[in-house]
């Protein structure tokens, strides 16, 4: 007995309608357990105890999407999160991790070459060591596909259980990632049903390892208006797709484009804690000696009152005024603009004509 759509076998069966508290058990109709509580016993308990990845932002049973336009910087965001929580450093160098553990991520959407050259800017901008680093693992396109090939993703479920699925033990994966959901299935997106089923899976697969999932998804096309210039997103509406994908996940974080290697972190959806956290600017600095992520207050994206249009008054008056770009750029900071030299010099271009 298996679903036809997903190959399911007794046992995934099983764990799903236990995920949901159905009435099935390898197969047998069993009478389904229904428990309640009293609401004031409930209220005059203690709250139920949170814990953390990464503090005030990431629980440890979290199912979080990570949305955001191409080359935005998803994957390097989601491999210093696995390099934080190994290493047991803050994420970001804001939200403290409180105890460190095992992560492991998914990529079906990056060449090795690039996934190295990622992880060897992570190590050198950081300063890690091979401690820090020794607890993520890492699979670089397995080739899992839910749908089109449920054997063999019931297959490496079965090898994720059996190697980190073990709670309490070093093996145990605190974090799975997976890079991007768009490669892990052929599910029409725009099928509310398909989409709900395939994420029931992807919850089940969290369920049985007892961890938080991180699973990348991208973004619609960004709409233009009537003059071409592109529109602000509602981070509600940013996932490509079905409601649905927002709708069952715990936590949605937006990533925003504001200009290169600078973007918007909007934790859009929050189930875990009292309050979202609050937007915050996330800048990828890259130099000689490797890369890292910055935070800094956040600023709007273009297009909708953000560093074009703080910046330009100021560029406007430094032109007047015969001022060099490196002075113009200097009294752009000095306000309390945080924007590159190189795109304040693109400001300055479309103000001289």
Not at 35 to 61: C, E, H, M, T
Not at 84 to 89: N, T
Not at 192 to 206: D, F, G, H, P, T
Request: overall charge positive.
């Amino acid at each position: 007995m298996s679903n036809t759509y997903y190959g399911e076998t007794l046992e995934e069966a099983s764990a799903r309608a236990e995920l949901h508290g159905g009435p099935h058990e390898y197969g047998k109709v069993i009478e389904p357990q229904f428990k309640s509580k009293l609401v004031y016993d409930f209220v005059v308990d203690k709250p139920p105890s949170l814990r953390w990845i990464a503090q005030d932002l990431l629980g440890s049973n979290d199912l979080v999407m990570v949305t955001a336009d191409p080359m935005v910087g998803k994957s390097w965001l989601v491999s210093h999160l696995a390099c934080s929580l190994s290493s047991g450093r803050p994420f970001l160098g804001k939200f403290a991790v409180p105890s460190g553990g095992l992560a492991v991520i998914v990529d079906e959407e990056q060449h090795m070459y690039e996934a190295w050259r990622r992880f060897r800017r992570l190590v050198d901008g950081y300063k890690y060591s091979a401690a820090d680093v020794n607890n993520v693992r890492y699979f670089n396109r397995p080739g899992l596909n839910i749908d089109a090939d449920p054997q063999k993703f019931n297959a490496f479920f079965e090898h994720l259980k059996r190697t980190f699925g073990t709670a309490g033990t070093s093996a145990h994966a605190r974090l799975v990632i997976l890079d991007s959901l768009s490669r892990l299935h052929r599910t029409p997106e725009n099928d509310a049903v398909a989409m709900a089923y395939l994420l029931e899976r992807i919850r089940l697969l969290q369920y049985k390892l007892g961890c938080a999932l991180v699973f990348i998804h991208h973004g619609r096309k960004a709409a233009v208006d009537w003059r071409g210039k592109t529109v602000d997103t509602d981070p509600s509406q940013a996932p490509r797709g079905s409601s649905d994908l927002r709708a069952v996940v715990d936590q949605h974080w937006y990533l925003r484009r504001v200009e290169n290697g600078r973007f918007n972190f909007i934790h859009d959806k929050h189930r875990t804690g009292p309050k979202p956290v609050e937007p915050f600017d996330v800048v990828l600095v890259d130099s000689g000696d490797g890369t890292r992520f910055d935070v800094e207050a956040a600023t709007k994206p273009i297009g909708a009152g953000g560093l074009w249009a703080r910046a330009l008054p100021v560029v406007e008056k430094g032109v007047l005024a015969n001022l060099a770009p490196s002075k113009i750029h200097a009294e752009c900071k000095a306000q309390g603009i945080s924007i590159s030299y190189e795109y304040c010099r693109k400001i300055i271009k479309k103000v001289t004509g």
